[in-house]
């Protein structure tokens, strides 16, 4: 795959009043190295002017989602694992737990697609189950 890609990412939170969709496509950079696949973009946050800056991991065993800005966060995402990350916001800090049901990652020669399938808590209260799906493209390829 090139170096200049489109990064999709589109995530559901469903909660006991429904669905929440979120989606980004944004331009990124894609590097393979020592068996790891990295993802690196950056993300405008409403009302502020500083951008997150964005790295996501992949390799055989998972998922991770780093994330250095207005909000830090390091997500990892295990089959069977529940993993606590401390959600810093310009607000203060929050306390997420992620319990990750299921990751497939999908490698071809032209694209990169995952799907994570995980719950979500906030300060130990279950927030919501979740599905993320990020499709990584050459630039020029993408159907937006």
Known sequence: MTKDVFVSICGLHFTDDGQDPTE???PGKYYFRNGKHYILYEEAVEGFREKIK???????GGVEIIK???NNVHMDFRPGKKHLASYQTPYGPLLLGMQTHA???DEREDR???RLEYDLE??????SACS????????G???I
Do not use: A, K
């Open 24 to 26: 980004l496509i944004v």
């Open 54 to 60: 964005s790295q996501i991991r992949v390799d055989d």
């Open 68 to 70: 250095r800005g207005v």
């Open 103 to 105: 990751v497939q990652i």
């Open 112 to 114: 990169l697609d995952v």
């Open 122 to 127: 906030v300060e130990g209260e279950r927030l």
């Open 132 to 139: 993320l799906t990020m499709e990584v493209t050459p630039r």
């Open 141 to 143: 390829t993408v159907n």
